[in-house]
């Protein structure tokens, strides 16, 4: 089974990225071959300070390294390593058909909250197609938010397939609906260009003031209230043991759940579920040699299997003559 997920570094990564996909690709690496990237030329659409982007592409891969990434399990590389891609993603898009990227609800949302809309940002599905594509990947394992866009990705590879003979397997999703989508701390999806993140490596001041800003209404201490429609319960139950979970449903339901103590606990909870990560991060980012040049590895072996698939391409569009 060919596994492949990409993370944008558009901004610290959140628990949303974790539960929604970091957290799966790892469990993925003994499942068969992974594939998983930084995708830098994506996060060009919305960050446009290179030094920030720079700085953010390295510290993503050491996010995801200090996660439980092995990249002796693994390829492990940053998108714009592989130029091959954006060639495909070119080919891709002269049969993607306008109303297929015009429907996508993540470039109608963007639109729709004010961001200046580019060509990149609409051409991002196409991209994403190729990226997935170009590996021959099986399963994509992303959070729902992504649903739409793989579904592009599958479009796109049947009207290849159909138009020019068989090329590309046609990629399945992997959603888990439990984590299917974190929420914020304003109860919205949690995302970065939202601004409701809990980050998963922010210092003890940061998360606290984080964990301290989760919403919740303003009822009293004693007064019932329903667990499952509270967004600090739906946030502490992806990190309390299932014991105290139990309990504190039992709080809610009863009566005698006080928002401020149990957000001092979440704090805690965060604090040591990200502990040992924390610790092995630190070292990667004091090493960035180390981290260059097991990207560079990566880049090296994910080449080699784009030059293929994109050899096989060139051939069925007509552009080996
Ligand atoms: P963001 O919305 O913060 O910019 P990305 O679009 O870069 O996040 O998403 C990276 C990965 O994390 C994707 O697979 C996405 O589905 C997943 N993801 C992002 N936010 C959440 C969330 N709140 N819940 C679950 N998964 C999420
Ligand atoms: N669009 C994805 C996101 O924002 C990132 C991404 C780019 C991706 N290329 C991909 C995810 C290929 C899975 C497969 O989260």
Excluded at 5 to 10: D, L
Excluded at 144 to 161: C, G, P, S, T, Y
Excluded at 198 to 206: A, P, R, T
Aim: proline share 5%.
């Amino acid at each position: 089974m060919r596994i492949l997920s990409g993370i944008q570094p558009s901004g610290k990564l959140h628990i949303g990225n974790y539960f929604g996909m970091m957290q799966p690709m790892v469990e993925n690496m003994d499942r068969g071959e992974l594939y998983a990237f930084i995708v830098n030329l994506h996060a060009l659409t919305s960050v446009n300070d290179p030094q920030r982007l720079a700085a953010d592409t390295m510290e993503a891969a050491a996010d995801f390294l200090a996660l439980g990434l092995d990249p002796e399990k693994c390829i492990f590389w940053v998108q714009s390593d592989v130029p091959e891609v954006t060639e495909l993603a070119w080919i891709l898009s002269t049969l993607t058909p306008m109303g297929l990227l015009e429907r996508c609800h993540s470039y109608k949302d963007k639109v729709a909250k004010g961001i200046a809309a580019n060509h990149g940002l609409f051409a991002y599905p196409v991209l994403m197609a190729a990226d997935i594509l170009l590996y021959q990947a099986e399963l994509v394992p992303v959070g729902k938010d992504q649903k739409q866009h793989l579904e592009v990705a599958r479009d796109i590879a049947i009207k290849f397939n159909n138009s020019f003979g068989e090329t590309f397997v046609v990629p399945e999703p992997a959603i888990s609906d439990s984590m299917a989508t974190v929420p914020g701390l304003d109860g919205q999806k949690m995302s970065k260009s939202y601004g409701n993140t809990i980050g998963i490596f922010l210092d003890e001041k940061s998360l606290k003031k984080s964990v301290m800003s989760i919403v919740t209404d303003s009822a009293p201490v004693d007064a019932p209230k329903d667990p499952d429609k509270c967004n600090l319960y739906n946030i502490m139950k992806l990190f309390a043991p299932p014991e105290r979970l139990k309990e504190i449903h039992e709080l809610y339901v009863n009566g005698g759940a006080a928002y401020g103590y149990l957000k001092l606990e979440l704090v805690d909870l965060l604090w040591e579920y990200f502990r040992e990560a924390r610790e092995t991060r630190e070292k990667l980012v004091d090493d960035p040699g180390f981290l260059r040049e097991v990207l560079n590895k990566g880049a090296m072996k994910a080449r080699d299997k784009a030059a293929g698939t994109l050899s096989l391409v060139r051939q069925r569009v007509g552009l080996i003559f």
